[in-house]
């Protein structure tokens, strides 16, 4: 890989649950994730983020709020910067896409047994661990 890869990933909750999913390519597969994907080219960000909730959950969000950004470096191949979001929901339920697997909402409880159980991807950990859900 010769350039720097951007992402949006969005916290979503609901009744003090949280929207998780598995994603189901690398990198990360198999692994517990927050909704989200990759910023097109010429597209904003906040556009980026209510395209891949529409594709990876079939959720319409709205109130989107940018929280932080989080660069990841894995040498010598791996470069990435993800913009975390928070968003509400249009109350669907919620449905599973390609890129993620199993999208449904946990408790704060249950995303304590994943980090026990390391089905929660490091990136994921640190960005739920920030905001005060684990």
């Not at 993800?82 to 599973?96: F, G, R």
């Not at 449904?104 to 047994?113: L, Q």
């Not at 994943?114 to 994921?124: E, M, V, Y």
Request: glycine share 6%.
């Amino acid at each position: 890989m010769n350039n720097i890869r951007v992402g949006c990933s969005v916290l979503i909750k609901s009744n003090n649950k949280l929207l998780l999913g598995i994603r189901n390519k690398e990198p990360n597969k198999g692994m517990i994730i927050t909704p989200g994907g990759g910023v097109e080219l010429f597209e904003r960000m906040e556009d980026t983020v209510k395209r891949e909730i529409m594709e990876e959950t079939g959720l319409e969000i709205t109130n989107i709020k940018q929280l932080k950004t989080y660069e990841i470096i894995n040498k010598p191949d791996e470069h990435r910067i993800i913009i975390y979001w928070s968003a509400d929901y249009d109350k669907n339920s919620v449905q599973s896409a390609t890129d993620l697997a199993d999208a449904k909402f946990y408790s704060k409880e249950e995303i304590k047994e994943l980090d026990k159980l390391g089905k929660l991807s490091s990136i994921t950990k640190q960005v739920l661990s920030d905001n005060n859900w684990l």
